[in-house]
């Protein structure tokens, strides 16, 4: 190796090497602070404490964390499955029966990509007002279920689904749901595992809508209360950190365990 | 007759079809057809919480004589025109750099760097906060290595918080727009760079003139999804500033202004729906440049 290749390859190491430990620095903040004092914290300790036991205990005593993780939990999974049923449904519609007019009326469900949330809260407010359905995990459902990106995703997978197993099935006799349901679901189902794991991310990680429509401590997520227990006057940072971790480790865990499946989604749908 | 019965068949066809998109349809007609028609509606009517009267154009009038809407429209700009081409090129650079399967423990290089895309905006906000505070993590580390003689007023100061959001930001999609060039790149014949190499090109120009121009419509791509993210900022600032876009509203953005205006203080509906207008006509000409350059190309 001659001495410039040897500069450029230590270079890109080095380079390589600055963006990873930036990268995982916060999350290693996260677990080593959990273990100090709110004082240790802000004055920037980095060495491990030994207050893990005390920010656990305090955190079980400030949050009913069996009720917020339900809370969360219920609201992302149900969110994710009725989202991955209403836009794989589209998708296969849009893709396997084609016409003019439905073409056209895709086209402005694309359309509604580019709608940012920010014009949307206060009428979407108003209208839950008006239901009764403020404080309600049901009105954080709801305007999260039909989502264009997700049509998207499953039109263009939809699109190497191949049609000869279709014709068959209608020979056999099917009805068009007995082939979506028995046929297409089990063809598909890596193409579900990539849309189940981007959309469980975004609604387990929803902010701005639950913090608008969630007002009591019993129906808060994960998230709100991380937030909230963040904006203190003065803020109990070690009991934040127990918070933050317990609100990062579903997302973690679904990304080690499906890696593929999340680039795969990622890049899928907003190709 | 078999007339009649391919057109029964047609018939049968076409109803399949609207079923299955039905629901998507009712769906978007109510909960985003729906409300943004109603937003616009409501831009034409002022007044506090449930009493509003028509107004015409008199809340756009209103805008330009707001210095509060005026600051959160310049931070907003501020924010995608100063951190959205520091992103992309950092961003560009790990992944061509990335590309190199050369190197070794490229494997874990990519998923460490990919690993902020996981963390949840609040929970990062929030672990930021507390490294950035006056006696934190980080003023620590730059006292110590002598890059600052005082410590940074990261929260305190209009400058520097605004530094912080952006870094903030910058830590959280790099990895993301990474992943769309690495993409991108392993899709680009290698014997193109390989002949490069042995023409004697140095890396950087090989970077310059082989790989920015080849990634060039997916850092079209990249940097418009990029700044359409960033006109909506609004869980960072929040919970980086407790709501407030502090200090002095030198981090108060579009987003979070229309919610103040909406949530925190008494509900000002058609004056808050006027500035969410600004996002959507700001988001919707961007849009339209990535539409017209996604043509041109094709």
Redesign the interface.
């Known amino acids: 190796m001659n001495a410039p290749r040897f500069f ?2 230590a270079l ?2 080095v ?3 600055t ?2 430990f ?3 620095f ?2 290693i ?2 677990v080593i ?1 959990s273990t100090n004092t709110s004082i240790d ?6 060495g491990i404490g030994e207050a893990f036991a005390t920010n656990v205990a305090n955190f079980f005593t400030q949050v009913d964390v069996p009720l917020v993780f339900w809370n969360s939990t219920k609201v992302a999974v149900l969110a994710t499955l009725l989202t991955i049923v ?2 794989s ?2 998708g ?3 893709e ?4 003019k007019a ?1 073409d056209r ?1 895709y086209a402005l ?1 694309l359309l ?16 839950m007002a008006k239901s009764g359905l403020i404080n309600t995990h049901i009105a954080i459902m ?2 999260t ?2 989502s ?1 990106f997700i ?1 998207f995703y499953f039109r263009q997978s939809t699109k190497a689904f191949q049609t000869e197993l279709r014709d068959a099935a209608k020979v056999d006799g099917l009805k ?1 749901w007995q082939i ?1 349901l028995y046929i297409y679901v089990p063809v598909m189902r890596s193409t579900y595992a990539a849309a189940f794991v981007i959309v469980f ?1 975004t609604n ?2 929803n ?2 809508w639950p ?2 429509v969630l007002q009591s401590n019993e129906t808060k997520t994960i ?1 709100l209360v ?2 909230s227990l ?2 203190a006057y003065y803020p109990d ?1 070690g009991v ?2 127990i918070g ?1 971790i317990l ?2 480790l579903p ?2 865990l679904v ?1 080690f365990v499906m ?1 593929r499946q999340f ?1 795969q989604g ?2 899928g749908s ?1 190709k | 007759m078999a007339a009649g019965k391919t057109g029964g068949l047609k018939r049968y066809y076409d109803l399949n079809g609207w079923l299955f998109v039905a629901p998507s349809l009712l769906l978007i007609a109510i909960f985003l057809v729906y409300p943004i028609l109603r937003s616009l509606y409501l831009s034409f009517f002022s007044g506090k919480g449930m009493i509003m009267k028509f107004a015409g154009f008199g809340n756009v009038a209103r805008l330009w004589n707001d210095p509060v809407f005026l600051q959160a429209l310049t931070n907003t700009v501020t924010f995608f025109v100063v951190q959205v081409p520091i992103m992309i090129t950092l961003a560009l650079m790990l992944a061509a750099v990335l590309n190199n399967d050369k190197l070794k423990f490229i494997g874990f290089f990519r998923t460490a760097i990919f690993l902020p895309c996981v963390a949840s905006l609040v929970a990062y906000s929030v672990l930021f906060k507390s490294m950035f505070s006056v006696d934190g993590v980080v003023n620590s580390a730059l006292l110590a290595v002598g890059l600052v003689s005082t410590p940074i007023g990261w929260l305190t100061e209009p400058f520097w918080a605004k530094v912080l959001v952006i870094l903030a930001i910058t830590w959280r999609w790099t990895g993301y727009n990474m992943i769309f060039y690495l993409a991108a790149l392993q899709n680009i014949d290698k014997s193109i760079y390989e002949a490069a190499k042995i023409d004697g090109v140095p890396a950087w120009a090989r970077f310059v003139y082989i790989t920015v121009p080849m990634l060039k419509p997916v850092i079209l791509f990249t940097t418009i999804i990029s700044t359409i993210g960033t006109i909506q900022l609004f869980d960072e600032v929040y919970n980086l500033t407790e709501g407030r876009g502090g200090p002095a509203n030198a981090t108060l953005t579009l987003s979070l202004y229309i919610y103040n205006l909406t949530f925190r203080f008494m509900p000002s509906f058609g004056y808050a729906a006027t500035i969410s207008y600004v996002i959507v006509i700001m988001v919707a000409l961007l849009s339209f440049l990535q539409f017209y350059a996604a043509r041109d190309r094709s």
Do not use: C, D, K
């Open positions: 450029s390859t890109q190491y380079f390589l090497a963006a990873a930036l990268s995982i916060p999350f903040w996260m602070s914290i802000i004055s920037g300790r980095t209403v836009s449904l589209a296969y519609g849009f396997m029966f084609r016409s439905r009326i469900v509604t990509l580019m709608v940012p949330f920010a014009a949307l809260m206060i009428p979407l407010f108003m209208m709801l305007p279920i039909a264009a049509i068009e979506f991310m387990w990680n902010y701005l913090l608008i998230t991380v937030s963040a904006s940072y934040v950190m933050t609100a990062t997302t973690l990304f890696q680039v990622m890049l907003v």
